[in-house]
T-cell receptor, first 116, second 107 residues
Framework: ETGVTQTPRHLVMGMTNKKSLKCEQHLGHNAMYWYKQSAKKPLELMFVYSLEERVENNSVPSRFSPECPNSSHLFLHLHTLQPEDSALYLC???????????????FGPGTRLTVL | DAKTTQPTSMDCAEGRAANLPCNHSTISGNEYVYWYRQIHSQGPQYIIHGLKNNETNEMASLIITEDRKSSTLILPHATLRDTAVYYCIAGYGKLTFGQGTILTVHP
């Protein structure tokens, strides 16, 4: 247990569906991250929230929409996805210190998403 | 983030030390060296990080060369459960994952 939980652990959805992935951290951190891991590819950083403000968005298609209502919760809203969006979606959290240094990240177990 | 180079795969016998190398020749002065590992289909797990000095914790030791252009992660007594992909990352907070090293620990 890393202190970062993700739900659901598995999700199968059609291309016309709308679903949301949820992440919760119990570590008191002030930054949260979404990563995507496709088969046989490195982890790709999608979004970064620091102090509930989105500070990074790595050219992710608009069919992925993040939401960070508070420092403990992070959502990834999905709509009209494509089969190539099938992947493991990982959430992480860390503490960002004054001056911008970020401590090590703690990852959740991930959501295995399959788009039909 | 500085680019890192790691061997694609390594083998280690159970109970022996596993030494995983990483090259980061373009690392800048304020960038740390982080090591994470990922066991199949799980989220990455933080192992250790350092800036200039060697570091040790309950999981591993990190040896950073004096010029900081390379480092070695040492698992002192590898077990079968240490079989995983090990990622070396050189950066300042933001993590850019590469392909990592697939470490296989065999009986």
């Amino acid at each position: 247990e890393t202190g970062v939980t993700q739900t659901p652990r598995h999700l199968v959805m059609g291309m016309t569906n709308k679903k949301s992935l949820k992440c919760e951290q119990h570590l008191g951190h002030n930054a949260m991250y979404w990563y995507k891991q496709s088969a046989k590819k490195p982890l790709e950083l999608m979004f970064v929230y620091s102090l509930e403000e989105r500070v990074e968005n790595n050219s992710v298609p608009s069919r992925f929409s993040p939401e960070c209502p508070n420092s403990s919760h992070l959502f990834l809203h999905l709509h009209t996805l494509q089969p190539e969006d099938s992947a493991l979606y990982l959430c992480a959290s860390s503490q960002v210190r004054t001056g911008g240094t970020r401590d090590e990240q703690f990852f959740g177990p991930g959501t295995r998403l399959t788009v039909l | 983030d500085a680019k890192t180079t790691q061997p694609t795969s390594m083998d280690c016998a159970e109970g022996r030390a596993a030494n995983l190398p990483c090259n980061h020749s373009t690392i800048s002065g304020n960038e740390y060296v982080y090591w994470y590992r990922q066991i199949h289909s799980q989220g990455p797990q933080y192992i250790i990080h350092g800036l200039k000095n060697n570091e040790t914790n309950e999981m591993a030791s990190l040896i950073i060369t004096e010029d900081r252009k390379s480092s070695t992660l040492i698992l002192p007594h590898a077990t079968l459960r240490d079989t995983a992909v090990y990622y070396c990352i050189a950066g300042y907070g933001k993590l850019t994952f590469g392909q990592g090293t697939i470490l296989t620990v065999h009986p």
